[in-house]
DNA sequence: TACATATGTTAGCACTTCTAACTTTGGCAA
DNA sequence: TTGCCAAAGTTAGAAGTGCTAACATATGTA
């Protein structure tokens, strides 16, 4: 992995910090990650990070961000196939959830579990909006409306923290520790549909 | 914080530094957590916690597992007013749930987002299995049934998924991030019924 | 009263994040 | 084409971390 190069320059360092971050992220977890670990998987002294990122906790914020971008990419694949506001498009919204959750854990657990530094930032913030804004217009469009009013958030935020917390249970492993053993998409198929009904 | 103490022995150190840790824990967050700076809090070297603790993620494991109690006792409290298998009962259940969480966030993601080493400890996973034995025994009431059989697991885990999720968005502040404003008796009532309709 | 053991200490190693001061190099202006 | 500046690397080191080894002290029991 320890990339042995011949120039000086690296060429783009801060890219490949960034995949080394994010691989270590996901090996050893979002707080077991180490500057230095990523030096060594990039092949640059321990001082070559900080020409490119103010901390290590700015390394962690663009691997968060890049990830809720791919995020962002899932869920709009996941509602594209399916007609606006149907069952089959807001439970297909929701494996989109929990197959980024599982297939990245720790960029997943970064995302949401983020320091005091990371979470009031602006960009962030507006990756999360954008991010949830994929369900809203589905419920709207569920709902037969055409703006994201007070009903739309009261039917939708519910759905959300039952899939976020799905996630957390998945990754987290609790699921496998009670020796739960589920039927995933009838799972979430069902319960979607409860809740949204009366 | 740093009390200064006149004996050589501490008296309960071990007391001491499982306090100072959960203090630590809330204060810091869980990743952030030092042990250092629970020798400080302590009043002793940084050396001394190695007789109680074998290493600094023991001394975490131990402030979850008392948490985790803590946490019992609140879901045993939750129910007991009410008649078992009530949608009261369960709804103030989720209650307590929330409860846990928000007064006890740094403590709450410790217990929920454990690392490689503690996650298959044997009285955590023991812990967990009896909490959410709570939750089993009134959905078990509620259909009418004595067994926690299939369909008891199959109404109980998205109940589950639902509130943990709530509790996780609620304490990683995403609510507040979105500008959410609910209405959680509401929310956690309504949508507690809608999971158990047909 | 004697001393074994439990529980504290200090010293130090290997590691971490991050800074300061130095070095290399690519690209642009003269 | 040359020369130099800024960008992006380097090494050295400070301050802090987890943890161990060797030493010190108090306590409970024989």
């Given at each position: 992995m320890t990339a042995k190069r011949s120039n000086y320059h690296h060429g783009d360092l801060r890219a490949g910090l960034v995949e080394a971050t994010?691989?270590?992220?996901?090996?050893?977890?979002?707080?077991?990650?180490?500057?230095?670990?990523?030096?060594?998987?990039?092949?640059?002294?321990?001082?070559?990070?900080?020409?490119?990122?103010n901390d290590r906790d700015e390394m962690l914020l663009e691997v968060a961000a890049q990830g809720m971008e791919r995020?962002?990419?899932?869920?709009?694949?996941?509602?594209a196939p399916h007609e606006?506001?149907?069952?089959?498009?807001?439970?297909?919204?929701?494996?989109?959830?929990?197959?980024f959750a599982t297939t990245e854990p720790g960029v997943f657990r970064l995302a949401f579990g983020l320091t005091r530094e990371h979470k009031d930032n602006e960009d962030m913030i507006a990756q999360g909006k954008r991010n949830y804004g994929v369900l809203l217009s589905q419920i709207a469009a569920y709902l037969g409306k055409?703006?994201?009013?007070?009903?739309?958030?009261?039917?939708?935020?519910?759905?959300?923290?039952?899939v976020h917390g799905l996630a957390f249970l998945l990754i987290?492993?609790?699921?496998?520790?009670l020796d739960l053993k589920l039927d995933l998409p009838v799972m979430l198929r069902e319960n979607t549909r409860r809740l949204l009904s009366d």
């Amino acid at each position: 992995m320890t990339a042995k190069r011949s120039n000086y320059h690296h060429g783009d360092l801060r890219a490949g910090l960034v995949e080394a971050t994010r691989q270590l992220v996901e090996d050893k977890g979002p707080d077991r990650f180490s500057v230095s670990d990523a030096c060594r998987a990039a092949g640059v002294s321990t001082a070559a990070p900080y020409r490119h990122f103010n901390d290590r906790d700015e390394m962690l914020l663009e691997v968060a961000a890049q990830g809720m971008e791919r995020f962002y990419e899932l869920m709009c694949d996941a509602v594209a196939p399916h007609e606006p506001g149907t069952l089959d498009a807001i439970t297909n919204l929701g494996h989109a959830y929990i197959r980024f959750a599982t297939t990245e854990p720790g960029v997943f657990r970064l995302a949401f579990g983020l320091t005091r530094e990371h979470k009031d930032n602006e960009d962030m913030i507006a990756q999360g909006k954008r991010n949830y804004g994929v369900l809203l217009s589905q419920i709207a469009a569920y709902l037969g409306k055409t703006e994201i009013d007070e009903e739309v958030l009261e039917r939708a935020f519910p759905l959300w923290t039952m899939v976020h917390g799905l996630a957390f249970l998945l990754i987290d492993e609790k699921t496998t520790a009670l020796d739960l053993k589920l039927d995933l998409p009838v799972m979430l198929r069902e319960n979607t549909r409860r809740l949204l009904s009366d």
